[in-house]
């Protein structure tokens, strides 16, 4: 949604979000409170540079391109052609 994110840290939630965004830990209404408040006091063009840039991470590593680009570079050395 190009939304900027705020999120817990589980499973693999780290793993998509990398930097984009901001993990809490999971069960600490007092960290997620903390987390909504520290973004209610950026710009609104901090806001959606945030989100901007989460959805860029979306679109470079999680597409369903991306992911048949990686699958056939990782085949594609082991005898196996597209």
């Given at each position: 949604?190009?939304?900027?994110?705020?999120?817990?840290?589980?499973?693999?939630?780290?793993?998509?979000?990398?930097?984009?965004?901001?993990?809490?830990?999971?069960?600490?209404?007092?960290?997620?409170?903390?987390?909504?408040?520290?973004?209610?006091?950026?710009?609104?063009?901090?806001?959606?540079?945030?989100?901007?840039?989460?959805?860029?991470?979306?679109?470079?590593?999680?597409?369903?391109e991306?992911?048949?680009?990686?699958?056939?570079?990782?085949?594609?050395?082991?005898?196996?052609?597209?």
């Amino acid at each position: 949604a190009g939304l900027p994110i705020i999120a817990t840290g589980v499973d693999g939630v780290p793993q998509v979000m990398g930097n984009c965004g901001c993990l809490i830990p999971a069960g600490d209404p007092k960290v997620l409170a903390d987390a909504i408040s520290a973004y209610c006091q950026k710009s609104p063009a901090e806001l959606s540079d945030l989100g901007k840039l989460s959805r860029l991470r979306l679109h470079e590593n999680f597409t369903t391109e991306h992911f048949r680009d990686v699958f056939w570079e990782f085949f594609s050395g082991r005898g196996l052609e597209q």
